[in-house]
DNA sequence: TATTAATCCTATCAATTTAATAGGAATTAC
DNA sequence: GTAATTCCTATTAAATTGATAGGATTAATA
């Protein structure tokens, strides 16, 4: 299952790139109009600053903003920093690896085969999405 | 992260496809072999069995055995039994779809439209692979 | 410079899920 | 009838998730 931490982060920098003014975006803002509870997506869009996705500026007129052009924001890279390895076991994890402690000889698991087929059309999604194409409203979308 | 009751599972079909014998395997022979608490996988085969994947036999010299011919068992089936939906959210589920109470318009949420194409591509390599191919050896493997 | 509005930080908590264990009932082979 | 096996229910410990609480820090501006 997708966290609810992931759900809220995406929904969050979609708002964000929506919100296309050069003013950063209130948390406030996004929790109201994007139903998320206002604590939670604080600690969420801070997880998301830490990582360099996400810039902000303190005190009043602050916020949060993005780094770079959505169109340069992998979800392979907001992926990971929401919801953790795309590899649904470490011992096919790319970044994170470890060996299973169970596993005898990995070359021969059939978990791991078949793990490795499912990360890497995970990844085939995620390297070829950028939040630029999140955040595309379905009308232009239609109009493509 | 995949459970490890999924983990178990595939890893004890695998190993009853291999033990290919016309007797029943028992648990206490899988659970050895595999490393896998026995008790747990008692639990994991039960499960197997009621959702008609494997057929028992019980009392002295009973086990477990599959009931289709392995190349006949797709991965969509057994993840489904095992690890529940293939899908990470509801809303996208093809056999459990539940709307999000958040959510106020589907066809223009983002998280949506990138867990389709999840969806899409984990379906794709569930629907393509077999029980058989899992359990494939290695040197088989090289000799394709 | 005082006030207000925002992020930042740490700690805590309740609910859920996961992984595992326990104990025995039912069934079957011999 | 005994031994070996699956079957069933209940319980439990640990981990994770989702959320809340309270205040510290920072910056704009009146």
Redesign the interface.
């Known amino acids: 299952?997708?966290s609810k931490k992931t759900?809220y982060g995406?929904?969050a920098l979609?708002f964000i790139v929506n919100s296309a003014g050069d003013n950063p975006v209130q948390v406030s803002a996004i929790a109201k109009n994007?139903?998320?509870p206002q604590k939670f997506l604080e600690s969420i869009l801070l997880t998301l600053r830490k990582a360099g996705v996400l810039g902000s500026k303190k005190g009043k007129h602050g916020g949060y903003y993005l780094r770079q052009d959505p169109a340069d924001i992998l979800?392979t890279e907001v992926m990971r920093v929401l919801e953790g390895p795309i590899a649904?076991?470490p011992c096919v994890s790319l970044n994170y690896y470890e060996k299973c402690d169970?596993c005898v000889d990995e070359?021969?698991?059939?978990?791991h085969?078949?793990?490795i087929?499912?990360r890497d059309?995970?990844l085939?999604?995620f390297r070829n999405?950028t939040l630029a194409d999140?955040?595309v409203?379905?009308t232009e979308n239609i109009v493509k």
């Open positions: 299952m997708l759900k995406l929904k979609t994007e139903q998320i979800m649904m076991v169970d070359d021969t698991c059939s978990v085969k078949l793990m087929q499912v059309s995970a085939n999604v999405t999140l955040a409203k379905k």
